[in-house]
């Protein structure tokens, strides 16, 4: 079966505000670049429902919910709801579509899960909200849509499902929504002392969980010791029936939220090691503030997964969505000119650190 690319227009236009992180566009550009380089699915990308409130129940509380639902429909939010439940801080700003775009992607994610319950590839970029918790926004995240996908296929009888995150911050969310179900496997691979400030080597929430922390500077050498001394031979021994890959793209070295330093190759490597390590898999993005680095890595991994040959040197369609792109940050103002005309970085290789070493052979102890 062909992947399935579910995309919105909701991320259009949509910001968290002029000074936060994810007021850039990174959904709908790497949805306009896969279109520009011609490589949308016949019948274009699935448009992703929006969840109602009683889907989102399922892992969410409803009071929470509701609270998420007047905050939109008033554009402001009470104390008691702004101390019980993050709604207006802590980084999660009240905007103007504080239920809709959150609830969007869950839907987007649930809608795959679906999809692939017959098996095969779905790719989701506007999911990957790993942070959300049960009554309350943590770190840009409302709702936690992997949660969500992940019970679609436990509630259709799937036992044993593999959650991979490769975003520069612990999947923290997930790790405790799981937490000692036998049936789920959550392995994060995330800068060590950043926040949320949890997933460390020895975290193993039940036995249900790795935690692959590693240093500043984290090279594409070190991805793929991690991938093959870590990543692989724990899926070979879980042996999943389904595969959520969050892949947000703030590990890579121009993203100013981490300090980590890895190439969008490093990246594509885990998602062609995971084509056809199960029967289905879903693959999400996530974090990610700078807006060039994330459209072309979020647009090389739908490349992949389509069979599609990366270009050396983007049309000029291409090129005019990321150069028509802005930033308000230091790098926005001259950024470098293969951030419009390439999608595929140059790699970054370097030594393998013990640190890293360290962190592979923990992961594999029981």
């Known amino acids: 079966m062909p992947p399935i690319l579910i995309g919105s227009e909701i991320y259009r236009r949509s910001t968290y505000g002029p000074k936060h992180p994810l007021a850039i566009p990174r959904v709908s550009t790497a949805l306009d670049l896969i279109e520009a380089l011609c490589w949308l699915p016949p019948g274009g990308w699935l448009a992703a429902p929006r969840a109602t409130p009683a889907e989102l129940a399922r892992f969410h509380s409803e009071d929470y919910i509701s609270a998420l639902v007047q905050a939109e429909a008033t554009q402001r939010v009470d104390p008691e709801h702004r101390q019980r439940f993050h709604i207006g801080a802590h980084g999660n700003p009240v905007y103007r579509e504080v239920f809709s775009r959150p609830a969007t992607s869950a839907g987007g994610v649930m809608l795959a899960a679906r999809h692939l319950l017959e098996g095969g590839i779905a790719y989701c970029p506007g999911g990957g909200t790993h942070h959300g918790q049960p009554a309350r926004a943590s770190g840009f995240c409302y709702l936690n849509d992997p949660v969500l996908g992940i019970l679609t296929w436990l509630d259709a009888g799937l036992t044993r499902v593999l959650y991979l995150d490769i975003d520069a911050h612990h999947g923290d969310g997930v790790e405790a929504a799981f937490a ?43 991805m793929l010791w991690l991938l093959h001394q870590a990543i692989l031979p724990l899926l070979r021994r879980f042996r999943p029936q389904a595969i959520f890959l969050q892949a947000g793209a703030d590990a890579l070295a121009e993203d100013p939220l981490s300090r980590l330093a890895l190439s969008n190759q490093a990246h594509w490597a885990v998602v062609r090691a995971l084509i056809g390590a199960a029967p289905r898999l879903l693959i999400t993005g996530g974090g990610g503030y700078n807006p060039w680095s994330v459209a072309r890595c979020w647009t090389g991994i739908w490349g992949i997964l389509a069979g599609q040959e990366i270009p050396l040197r983007l049309p000029s369609a291409a090129e005019s969505v990321l150069r028509g792109l802005t930033y308000h940050r230091a790098a926005g103002r001259d950024p470098p000119e293969h951030w419009f005309t390439t999608l595929a970085d140059v790699p970054r290789p370097g030594v393998v650190r013990a640190a890293v070493q360290r962190v592979a052979a923990a992961a594999m102890v029981d």
């Open 180 to 222: 000692g179900d036998p049936r789920v496997l959550t392995v994060s691979v995330h800068e060590a002392e950043r926040w949320p400030f949890t997933g460390r080597s020895e975290d193993r929430a039940g036995g249900s969980a790795r935690n692959l922390p590693v240093p500043a500077g984290f090279n594409d050498s070190e």
